[in-house]
């Protein structure tokens, strides 16, 4: 909600109103001169702040928009159906009409940002995506040519499949289906296009070391956040889990925590996937610090962890500040604060742990577990066949002598 400026490609300047949840887009006829900026920004600040005080109303679009973009409003008739003319629809015309349609809670906060996000820095950025394409012209040929774009603009790789793979093939998907009653046949863009080979790089867990500074920085610099990072590195959630956590999710006579929805960005919602949804048991450590900090008469409905403002916490602003202010002081190098989840995952692995046990204690499918953390199931300084022996029998010890005989010549020996 709110009110924000735009450039138009034509240099004119327009201001994006959310408002009533939808976004609309409305033309001041004002060129991009500095002085007109400054007269928008003006203007853009009252809109705005009367929108998210409530206080704006039809009147008001009228008001500031006589001429604006919303017939239904200024008592106009409706333009007639889109649909009639749906072969003449681009791709950024049909992405507006995606996102309303797919928005909260047909799918949850922070998948509708990602896309949001998707399509204006990715999909229809102008010079760069494919916004001003019609569908019908999307083709595979188009498709590749986008894709070199991206990746010429030095963007991971993990970026451009998640661009093109994830978040543009939702979108058609969702075109295909909504515009074939209206007589509009779309192939699939995405078929037989080529990518690289990508060398997967492994999760880089912290070192113990430098979890245990993490852990006294929070401890004695930033007290207020030593629990939710405790919980992390001691739970292995992921952080819009724990943000999401309420007083009535902690169960302190049996130690068990509920993880059962997330907050992301501000808004709660359901957890990642159904497998997130989750009970676990609590390290007695983190049963005593989450029963001090607990209040006496807890509000079952009062989220546990909260900023210094008082309201609940945003993972995206103590990953920026927090988090990154600890790694530059300490002097380690840049982690993202997901890394934690890494870290007792592959500890959780290294000590022996089940991998179905660990898939379920964290959330998540032992597929991924044994194609992320295979490196971390069992021991690397001797082949598997002789750890596995020596898992059963344990090692042999040589009198006067400290070394490890291998488990083979030992059963030999014994013959």
Request: glycine share 8%; with cysteine; proline share 6%.
């Amino acid at each position: 909600m709110g009110c924000k400026i735009r450039i138009t490609r034509h240099k004119t300047i327009a201001l994006r109103l959310y408002w009533r949840n939808r976004e609309s887009q409305e033309s001041t006829g004002l060129r991009a001169t500095q002085r007109n900026l400054e007269r928008a920004e003006r203007l853009c600040r009252r809109i705005d702040a009367l929108i998210r005080g409530g206080a704006f109303g039809d009147e008001d679009y009228r008001h500031f928009f006589p001429w604006g973009s919303r017939r239904e409003v200024l008592g106009l008739p409706a333009r007639p159906d889109r649909r009639r003319s749906s072969g003449k629809l681009t791709v950024q015309d049909y992405a507006s009409r995606w996102l309303e349609a797919e928005c909260p809670p047909v799918i949850s906060a922070g998948a509708h940002e990602a896309r949001k996000s998707a399509v204006r820095a990715w999909i229809c950025k102008e010079g760069l995506g494919i916004g001003h394409l019609r569908l019908a012209d999307v083709t595979p040929k188009e498709v590749a040519a986008w894709q070199a774009r991206l990746f010429a603009q030095g963007l991971a790789y993990g970026t451009v499949r998640q661009a093109i793979t994830s978040k543009f093939k939702a979108m058609w998907t969702h075109a295909r289906r909504s515009l074939r009653d209206e007589g509009l046949v779309l192939d699939d863009p995405l078929d037989g296009l080529k990518w690289p080979r990508q060398i997967r790089e492994a999760p880089n867990p912290i070192p113990g070391d430098q979890e245990k500074a993490i852990l006294r920085y929070f401890r004695d610099r930033e007290p207020h956040y030593s629990l939710f990072i405790s919980m992390l590195l001691g739970t292995g959630a992921r952080p819009s889990e724990l943000t999401g956590l309420t007083w009535g999710d902690f169960a302190p006579d049996t130690g068990k925590l509920s993880i059962l929805r997330s907050r992301v960005r501000g808004r709660v919602g359901a957890t990642k996937t159904g497998a997130s949804r989750r009970t676990i048991a609590l390290s007695p450590d983190l049963i005593e610090h989450l029963s001090v900090e607990r209040p006496l008469i807890a509000d079952p409905t009062a989220s546990i962890f909260m900023n210094q403002q008082g309201r609940p916490m945003n993972e995206h602003a103590f990953a920026n500040r927090q988090w990154v202010r600890c790694l530059q002081e300490l002097g380690f190098g840049p982690r993202w604060l997901y890394t934690t989840r890494h870290t007792y995952i592959s500890k959780a692995l290294t000590e022996g742990a089940v991998a179905k046990h660990v898939a379920e204690y964290v959330g998540t499918s032992t597929d991924k577990i044994q194609e992320n953390y295979g490196r971390w199931m069992g021991r690397t300084d001797v082949d598997p066949l002789t750890a596995a022996q020596e898992a059963k029998l344990g090692p042999l010890r040589v009198p006067g002598n400290e070394s490890t005989v291998p488990a083979v010549r030992r059963h030999a020996n014994a013959r």
